[in-house]
């Protein structure tokens, strides 16, 4: 069902700052999405596997797309609006002076450069005390990277945050985050919901140097003055701490219980389930909830619609850039579950669950001549199911509590294909969700229950009365059986190759990449 507009009650903008783009919306009681806007931000490579933004844009683009949402609302209905909510791309951060402005660019939750400190300080004991699994997007051990190759930037740093905490300092002037935003730097005894000295040495900073943290759904402070006059806002509105996009996506989907999971079928797949107890496990990584003394169980494949896209557009048809390509799905469509003996490992960006290898590298397995094109795009988006279905599996055993059904989101749920696939091949009926910007619906969600608009601060409450849905895609069963036989066969590529991918890594250092390197961003 989709939301009907609502005449009256508040309205909350909700900001999401993400890795491409920073988008705003305005929404109501009912999560119905009133006004969008979006500004691109660029993303900076200096080198291989480093990825960087210049924090300015962070609040740049914020600031551009608020008050391009407002500008559209009428004086009365501008009257209404009543809270700020922010999500933002985990795991990446900036260093900052006193004034705000960032020391050096900020490195992103997908950067790679960090494979030697992951190895000489990820361990069970860090996993547990974090809940993060040593791996590549965790931003301790980037940090800990600037503390070993810039030991001056942290010297010179005021504070240093993730994107959340920038933003809120740039709204209310005081460097504030949430908890559920803080969290997946890595630097928190999960635990207590609160900065580890132990953690904080590991990355080099001190506890001065980072954002008070406050609870998700509560006030953060009140808007600055000079930007309520600016946007024209007829009264100070409070700033509602937020969290991660990808806690975000659970909370906009309402999939607020341990049998219903999310599914984000964007750039990386992720999915998850709220669990009210803690739980490390060597699969899936533990994230602090928008549901305040919650948690979140969460499973993270790096090559999602990424690698459908980057098969489309390097061996696809070259007019479509690597756009969706009807003809190509329609000739996928028509091969059989297990491609006739194909099978891939999806590991194009290293793998995060279940193994969390950062020198992991892709495979396909099985060639033979009468193969197509359309047979090794399927066979890449079944593998992405294969890995799906194994990390749920995980997920369930951590929650005791068999899910029930997937709430989806993100691009990937455009290809009634790839939807059905993943529903065969993990064998749960699939919900899309309507809203496409599902992670700022979630963090309006919070927003809402900030000011209590549903009655309480019961953020599940809120989520239930603001999500809205599609079509349910439901499993083939019979193809579930088989492709659960091909799975099995996918399962033994990479326990084989895992030396393999170790010496390619070692031969790499040997001979590094002389990569022309791309404009720096301008601080």
């Given at each position: 069902m989709n939301a009907k507009k609502a005449n009256d009650g508040p309205l909350v903008i909700a900001i999401d700052s993400s890795t491409t783009s920073t988008k705003a919306i305005i929404v109501d009681v009912n999560g119905k999405v009133w006004e969008t806007a979006k500004r691109n931000i660029q993303l900076h490579t200096p080198a291989m596997d480093f990825y960087e933004h210049n924090p300015l844009r962070w609040w740049e683009t914020t600031k551009e797309c608020v008050g391009e949402v407002l500008s559209k609302l009428s004086a009365k209905d501008r009257e209404r609006v009543s809270a700020i909510g922010i999500t933002h791309q985990r795991e990446s951060f900036a260093p900052f002076d006193e004034q705000g402005k960032p020391l050096?660019?900020?490195?992103?939750?997908?950067?790679?450069?960090?494979?030697?400190?992951?190895?000489?300080?990820?361990?069970?004991?860090?996993?547990?005390?974090?809940?993060?699994?040593?791996?590549?997007?965790?931003?301790?051990?980037?940090?800990?990277?600037?503390?070993?190759?810039?030991?001056?930037?942290?010297?010179?740093?005021?504070?240093?945050?993730?994107?959340?905490?920038?933003?809120?300092?740039?709204?209310?002037?005081?460097?504030?985050?949430?908890?559920?935003?803080?969290?997946?730097?890595?630097?928190?005894?999960?635990?207590?919901?609160?900065?580890?000295?132990?953690?904080?040495n590991i990355a080099g900073v001190k506890r001065e140097q980072?954002?008070?943290?406050?609870?998700?759904?509560?006030?953060?402070?009140?808007?600055?003055?000079?930007?309520?006059?600016?946007?024209?806002?007829?009264?100070?509105?409070?700033?509602?701490?937020?969290?991660?996009?990808?806690?975000?996506?659970?909370?906009?989907?309402?999939?607020?219980?341990?049998?219903?999971?999310?599914?984000?079928?964007?750039?990386?797949?992720?999915?998850?389930?709220?669990?009210?107890?803690?739980?490390?496990?060597?699969?899936?990584?533990?994230?602090?909830?928008?549901?305040?003394?919650?948690?979140?169980?969460?499973?993270?494949?790096?090559?999602?619609?990424?690698?459908?896209?980057?098969?489309?557009?390097?061996?696809?048809?070259?007019?479509?850039?690597?756009?969706?390509?009807?003809?190509?799905?329609?000739?996928?469509?028509?091969?059989?579950?297990?491609?006739?003996?194909?099978?891939?490992?999806?590991?194009?960006?290293?793998?995060?669950?279940?193994?969390?290898?950062?020198?992991?590298?892709?495979a396909v397995v099985g060639w033979r001549g009468t193969h197509s094109r359309a047979h090794m795009y399927r066979s890449i988006l079944e593998s992405i199911g294969f890995e799906m279905k194994f990390n749920l599996e995980s997920i369930q055993k951590g929650t005791g509590v068999p899910l029930k059904s997937i709430r989806a989101m993100g691009g990937g749920t455009r290809s009634k294909l790839w939807r059905q696939i993943m529903a065969d091949t993990i064998g749960l009926p699939i919900t899309v969700c309507l809203e496409d910007e599902i992670s700022a619906l979630g963090a309006s969600v919070l927003a809402m229950a900030g000011i209590q608009a549903h009655g309480s601060k019961d953020v599940a409450h809120s989520a239930k009365e603001m999500a809205s849905f599609g079509d349910t895609v439901e499993p083939d069963l019979s193809q579930t059986k088989r492709y659960n036989e091909v799975a099995d066969i996918q399962r033994q590529l990479y326990p084989q190759l895992k030396n393999v991918f170790e010496q390619l890594y070692n031969l790499s250092e040997k001979y590094p990449s002389t990569k022309p390197e791309s404009p720096k961003a301008e601080l």
């Amino acid at each position: 069902m989709n939301a009907k507009k609502a005449n009256d009650g508040p309205l909350v903008i909700a900001i999401d700052s993400s890795t491409t783009s920073t988008k705003a919306i305005i929404v109501d009681v009912n999560g119905k999405v009133w006004e969008t806007a979006k500004r691109n931000i660029q993303l900076h490579t200096p080198a291989m596997d480093f990825y960087e933004h210049n924090p300015l844009r962070w609040w740049e683009t914020t600031k551009e797309c608020v008050g391009e949402v407002l500008s559209k609302l009428s004086a009365k209905d501008r009257e209404r609006v009543s809270a700020i909510g922010i999500t933002h791309q985990r795991e990446s951060f900036a260093p900052f002076d006193e004034q705000g402005k960032p020391l050096r660019n900020g490195i992103l939750w997908l950067d790679g450069r960090a494979t030697k400190q992951i190895r000489k300080y990820g361990s069970p004991h860090v996993h547990d005390l974090s809940g993060k699994p040593p791996g590549v997007t965790p931003g301790i051990y980037k940090m800990a990277w600037i503390k070993e190759n810039e030991p001056e930037i942290f010297e010179k740093a005021y504070k240093v945050v993730e994107v959340h905490g920038y933003i809120a300092w740039n709204l209310t002037g005081r460097w504030v985050s949430s908890v559920a935003a803080t969290d997946s730097l890595g630097l928190l005894d999960i635990r207590n919901f609160d900065y580890s000295s132990e953690l904080l040495n590991i990355a080099g900073v001190k506890r001065e140097q980072m954002a008070d943290l406050v609870s998700p759904a509560d006030v953060m402070d009140m808007l600055k003055p000079e930007l309520v006059a600016e946007w024209k806002l007829p009264k100070p509105i409070p700033v509602i701490a937020g969290l991660g996009d990808g806690q975000a996506a659970g909370i906009g989907a309402a999939a607020v219980s341990p049998d219903v999971a999310f599914l984000n079928l964007g750039t990386a797949v992720n999915a998850g389930v709220e669990s009210p107890i803690y739980k490390c496990d060597p699969v899936f990584r533990t994230h602090v909830s928008g549901i305040k003394d919650n948690y979140v169980f969460e499973i993270l494949q790096s090559s999602g619609s990424y690698l459908a896209g980057w098969f489309r557009q390097s061996l696809g048809d070259p007019k479509l850039l690597g756009e969706p390509d009807p003809l190509l799905d329609e000739e996928a469509s028509k091969i059989p579950p297990g491609c006739e003996g194909l099978v891939t490992l999806p590991y194009w960006n290293a793998v995060q669950s279940p193994y969390w290898d950062s020198v992991a590298r892709g495979a396909v397995v099985g060639w033979r001549g009468t193969h197509s094109r359309a047979h090794m795009y399927r066979s890449i988006l079944e593998s992405i199911g294969f890995e799906m279905k194994f990390n749920l599996e995980s997920i369930q055993k951590g929650t005791g509590v068999p899910l029930k059904s997937i709430r989806a989101m993100g691009g990937g749920t455009r290809s009634k294909l790839w939807r059905q696939i993943m529903a065969d091949t993990i064998g749960l009926p699939i919900t899309v969700c309507l809203e496409d910007e599902i992670s700022a619906l979630g963090a309006s969600v919070l927003a809402m229950a900030g000011i209590q608009a549903h009655g309480s601060k019961d953020v599940a409450h809120s989520a239930k009365e603001m999500a809205s849905f599609g079509d349910t895609v439901e499993p083939d069963l019979s193809q579930t059986k088989r492709y659960n036989e091909v799975a099995d066969i996918q399962r033994q590529l990479y326990p084989q190759l895992k030396n393999v991918f170790e010496q390619l890594y070692n031969l790499s250092e040997k001979y590094p990449s002389t990569k022309p390197e791309s404009p720096k961003a301008e601080l």
